[in-house]
């Protein structure tokens, strides 16, 4: 695999995780960037293809929540656009504000799944966990995801 | 049946379901339950509609992910070359470098202070850089068919694009409206049964994506091809286009098609119980709902050799979601040869998110806002522009059925998806 194509095939992989953790696009793409790039120059240590996705979500979910620890030393969570009023839930400013106040392994799952493919096999595929507990946890985000959205729109 | 301790147990079952990922057990359940069941129905139907706008929404983001992709692909494709050439000096005469044959490990980022622009004309100094197609990308024109709302955007300055595009569009210096009103040209748009055109959105920090569309005008079918940008040889001639995906709605049904890896999609929202059809912005029957009153005659322009008649309509859909449409019409078939939107929208910056939050502490943590309180955070917010430029516009071209089949070419895998209802 050269490195044309880890980014080609899995970049939009590794944004979506950033993104789950991420302020916004711009803060995610930077991320996604430095994940890629320390994925690059390990890349001849990978031994076993198939696995890489999962190998390459890590080191973005590790780069990620670094980036937070660096950024915001007192608050474990990541920022929460309190524009979340104004902007309609359907427009991403709105979702991505309730997304932000969902614990982590479930924002992960969500953002997951609807930003890279829909399906339930390659999202536990990428995070390493069994597709029953992908569809767990995706039922069970979305519902909170769903409170969260009534609270912001009533 | 009232909502009892059954249905506590339902929820996730019903979420499952509406999320389209229940086994054929667990959804025969879902669906014994709604119907025996009002209060559940009432969630469902909310957790439906909900998953739609959703689904939009994560629609309009992957389009974004997609072109930070294509970035990402273009930033290394020219850090690879540069490095290369650094190390191997002019002695090499092919150009594939890949980091394999690279005798120096990079070490550096993937250049991220190289803005697009720069990137955009490294690209068109010779290098083809290939465009991987995207069935995002396709999403991308679904998702704006399917709402008003403008796509959500990642930078703000967007000024060059309009600036380029009043050049491209300088109305005449003797500004005659040719004797045509614009409520003429209303009318024999209403008389069109279909179109023909190539767009071009322009939106800054993003490359341009350009498409060839074909619509008709009722709104109940469309077919969006995308095609690939930036492919233009080192010799200055024209740009090669290959189509990178194709979307093709059919009442109520979305079929996108990826050329590259043959996969076919299918999203289905006709159970949705909603009634089906494009949104009027996503085709040029939009123009049906202008005012000819705000019409403003731009004069005679000689455009690419043909004598052509413009008007400027300004149709704000609210105070913060403005548009401006610049219309050149054949004076001879009374019909628009190109139409050019201006979108705005008004996006939030880091300083108002900031204040909201001290905003939203201060009042334990719910933020209430009056109205009036809405529209004046809002004014504060930056406008983000879009441009949409529809040029090569033929009216009532035949149409072959085909073009519009929801079933997949031969040697395409299917997937569907459906939006249960
Ligand atoms: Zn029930």
Redesign the interface.
Known sequence: M???DL??DH??AV??VC?AYAR???D???L???V??KA??K?PTVRDPGSIRRWLLQIARRTSLDHLRRRRPIDPLP?????A?????????G?HAALARLPDVYREAIVLY??DG???AGTATALGISEVTV??R???G??M??DL?KEANP | MTHGKDCEGM???I??FV?G?AEEALADDVRRHLEACPACRLLHD??AN?ER??????D???A???S??N???NR??NR?SDAHQSVQGASREDDDA???QDPT???V??V?DVPTELTDSVSREGRSIEQ?PSR?HARRFVAMLR?K?V??S??AAVAAAVVLLAVEFRPGKTGRDAGIAFADVIQHVRQARTAAYRTVWKQAGMPDTVTRETVNMSGKFSRTEVLGLDVQPADGGSPVETVTSISIYNGGRVLSLDPRTKKAELIDYVSDGLPHQLGPSATLADLLDLNPANAVPLGVQVINGSRLVGFRVTRDYDKFNKRTVVVWVDPETRLPVSVEETTKIR??DDA??AA??A??ESQNGI?K?SPDE?DE??ARWPEVTTVRILTNIVFDVPLDESMFSLDPPPGYTL?I?KVPG
């Open positions: 050269t490195p044309e980014i080609r970049a939009q944004l979506s993104l916004n696009l711009h995610a793409e930077e996604a960037q430095d890629l790039m690059i120059t890349l920022p929460e656009p309190a524009a009023e104004p902007v309609p839930a359907w427009q991403f400013e979702l609807y930003l829909r399906d339930c569809r767990q995706l039922a069970r979305r519902l995801l769903h959205l | 929820r996730e079952a979420m499952t999320v990922e909310s957790l909900e706008m959703l689904r939009a929404a994560f309009t983001v992957a974004e992910t997609a930070i992709r970035r990402l692909v290394w494709t690879t890949t980091i394999t490990p990079p070490t980022r993937l991220p991987p995002w709402s709302s796509r959500w990642v930078a996006q939030p108002t998110i909201l939050s905003k939203k933020l806002l809405v955070v809002m997937s998806t």
